[in-house]
Every structure is written in structure tokens, then in C-alpha cells.
């Protein structure tokens, strides 16, 4: 879709605002109104605005106050993202910084794509909110609970310089193809904290992560908030005996990644009848830009060297796909995985695909064969 960003006036801002949000426009720190803040209107090629993004500026921070694309899928929000960007750097700005609420799952992954970390989740965010504005609906969008927001942040750093002028970077390409952060080996495991949590709960309600992960033993699709925060938390506490981890690419994030001794597990391992000392592996990719690119293959495969069989004498690693799903079989077989056998784990309600790889895979699928 051809078009352009332009300055937007308040008038526009309040008008939108009252027909859309309701005023004032309520964040966990404060209220706004339409003479708070600054943005931009992103026009079509025929001159109708599609989106709107407003902002307030203290010092060299910036508060991103709403992000509104009027029709979803047209990559307007991203535009607009970009152009606020550039138009706070001309500023002075150099950190900016939005509250997204639990309900607003589309915007975690747009938030990750476009360079931003999440610093905080805030619990009782949407109570002081409401204190604020008594009128907020008790649920959001698609009808879950409205109840904790998350802090994003990012820097807006200069990247590089060109006759002294300073030169912002660009926004990573979509396309798999050119994408630079795809085709490098920039691959690293940084382990889950409590923060990355909501981020899993919008990777676990994408469609393409819930056809094939669920959630615990019960494998849980589309979970709550809350449910992700239970099954995660202890393990980020160390009360459980899986370790998890963040995939990043380029910095980025783009997945989750966990491993523990299957004998840990008991009740699995006597389902599975295999090793007990291997290590097993559940992995899946959350950001869509990065499937189908031989990202998964990549991670997995330094994954099994940097994280498995570093740790002492763990000498097999385990991975068990479901039997119907062809795509994660062929990544895993890329990644030296081998077929052991096929079972059926009564507490999942389905067969799992038992596949291993290690310095002894060969010499023990001889005997279980």
C-alpha cells in the first residue's frame, strides 16, 4: 500500500481519541489529553488516513501513548512505528518506551519485531489504571480478563555515521531471502526470566505454535496468562528441574528452547521406555518471520552442542514431535536426529515420535529396533 506519515493535528488527536479510546487516554504512570502529546497520521495513496500514533516527551525519553492501525494486516502500524522513530531521533530522543496490556496479544510480536524488550510486568497495572479511569472494561480484546500490563523499551542509538551525520538503521526486511539476521549464525540461548513470560503467552496463543505445542503435560492450547506464569515461573525460580531458555537471533528474540534429564520426569520416562540419563529437548518458534528458513535446524542442531552436551556426561539428547507433524520431523533429522520409535503417552492423550541423537544413538537404536 503506497502512502505517507504526516504531522497530525490535536484536534484530529481528540476527536479519535473520544470515539475510540475515550478520554483522557490512561497509561500505568499517568492521563493524557490530546494537547499532551504529538503524532502522526498515516494517509493512503487516495489521502484517507489509515492509523494514527501519538506521543509524549520528557527530557530524552519518549512515551509511546497509542499505535492505531485502522485496518489490520496492511503493515501501517510498522510504518508509523518507523516514522515516530525517526522523527523522535531528529529530537533528541533516545529511549523510547509504551505499556501494552495482557489482552493485546498482536502487539507482543509486533513490539519484538521492531527491535523493543520487554522490562516489566506490571501486575496491578490495571488497577492503578482504573483508579485513574473507573470506566475501563473488565475485559479486552477476544474477552480475556483485562487485568496486568507489560513495559516495553528500546533504544534509539544511532547505528552508524556518515559524514558526520548520524544515520539511523533501517527496519529488518520481512523477507526471509534478505533478511540478514536470518542467513548469519548469530544464534544464542539466553535463560527465561519472569519478564519473558508474556511474550510466551503471545507466542503460545499464535496459531502456528498451538497446532503443535501445548502447554504442561496436559498440552494446554491457547493458554491464559495466568497459566503460562504457573507452568514457567518455578522453572525460572529453579524449582523444577527443566531449564529454559530464550532463542535469539540477531539479538532478537525468536523462540523458546528447554531441556531436562528425562529420569526427572518419571512418569514420562516410563510413557517414553528409554534412557533415563538422556536429556530431552521441547522447542518451538515463535516469531513467524523466521519459519520455514532452516532457523529451527540452525538453533537446534547449536543447541544440542552449546547447552546438552556441555553438561557432563550427557551423552544422548531426546526429541519427540508429534508422529503427523512432517515439518519438525525433517528439521530434526537435519539436525541428526534419528527415529527410535513411536509411543503412546497416555497423560498427553497422543503419540509422540521418538527421535535421538549422541555419541551412543546408533549402538542403542540396534537394540530397541
Not at 192 to 208: G, M, V
Not at 240 to 266: K, L, M, N, S
Request: aromatic residues 10%; glycine residues 8%; proline residues 5%.
Amino acid at each position: 500500500m503506497e502512502g505517507r506519515t504526516e504531522p497530525v493535528d490535536r484536534e484530529y488527536i481528540g476527536k479519535y481519541w473520544e470515539t475510540t479510546w475515550g478520554l483522557p487516554v490512561v497509561s500505568t504512570r499517568r492521563t493524557y489529553a490530546p494537547e499532551d502529546v504529538q503524532g502522526l497520521v498515516y494517509r493512503d495513496e487516495w489521502g484517507e488516513a489509515q492509523g494514527l500514533i501519538t506521543w509524549h516527551v520528557e527530557g530524552d525519553w519518549a512515551e509511546l501513548v497509542t499505535v492505531d492501525a485502522y485496518q489490520q494486516g496492511r503493515h501501517v502500524g510498522g510504518r508509523l512505528l518507523v516514522a515516530a522513530e525517526a522523527e523522535l531521533r531528529k529530537r533528541g530522543v533516545r529511549h523510547v518506551r509504551i505499556v501494552t496490556t495482557n489482552d493485546n496479544l498482536r502487539a507482543f510480536g509486533f513490539y519484538v519485531r521492531h527491535g523493543y524488550r520487554l522490562t516489566k510486568i506490571d501486575l496491578d497495572g490495571v488497577d492503578r489504571v482504573r483508579k485513574l479511569k473507573p470506566n475501563v472494561p473488565a475485559t479486552g480484546m477476544d474477552g480475556p480478563l483485562f487485568e496486568t500490563c507489560s513495559s516495553w523499551r528500546r533504544s534509539l542509538r544511532c547505528t552508524r555515521r556518515s559524514h558526520g551525520r548520524c544515520r539511523a538503521k533501517s527496519a529488518p526486511s520481512r523477507s526471509r531471502r534478505h533478511c540478514p539476521e536470518l542467513m548469519s549464525t548469530d544464534i544464542t540461548f539466553r535463560p527465561l526470566a519472569e519478564a519473558d513470560i508474556p511474550l510466551l503467552h503471545a507466542w503460545l496463543n499464535n496459531p502456528a505454535v498451538a497446532e503443535w505445542y501445548g502447554l504442561g503435560i496436559e498440552n494446554v492450547t491457547n493458554p491464559t496468562l495466568e497459566q503460562v506464569m504457573e507452568n514457567y515461573a518455578p522453572r525460572v525460580r529453579g524449582e523444577r528441574p527443566t531449564f529454559c531458555y530464550i532463542i535469539e537471533v540477531g539479538g532478537r528474540p525468536a523462540g523458546h528452547i528447554q531441556t531436562y534429564r528425562v529420569g526427572d520426569y518419571p512418569i514420562y520416562a516410563r510413557a517414553i521406555d528409554y534412557d533415563h540419563d538422556a536429556w530431552g529437548i521441547d522447542l518451538f518458534i515463535g516469531e513467524d518471520d523466521t519459519r520455514g528458513s532452516g532457523f529451527g535446524t540452525r538453533a537446534l542442531n547449536r543447541f544440542v552442542e552449546t547447552e546438552v552436551f556441555s553438561r557432563p556426561g550427557v551423552e544422548v539428547a531426546v526429541i519427540a514431535p508429534n508422529p503427523r507433524n512432517a515439518r519438525a520431523i525433517r528439521c530434526y533429522e537435519k539436525a541428526g536426529f534419528t527415529h527410535v520409535k513411536t509411543v503412546f503417552v497416555e497423560m498427553e492423550g497422543d503419540e509422540e515420535y521418538v527421535m535421538a541423537r549422541g555419541k551412543i544413538v546408533v549402538r542403542r537404536l540396534t537394540s530397541l529396533r
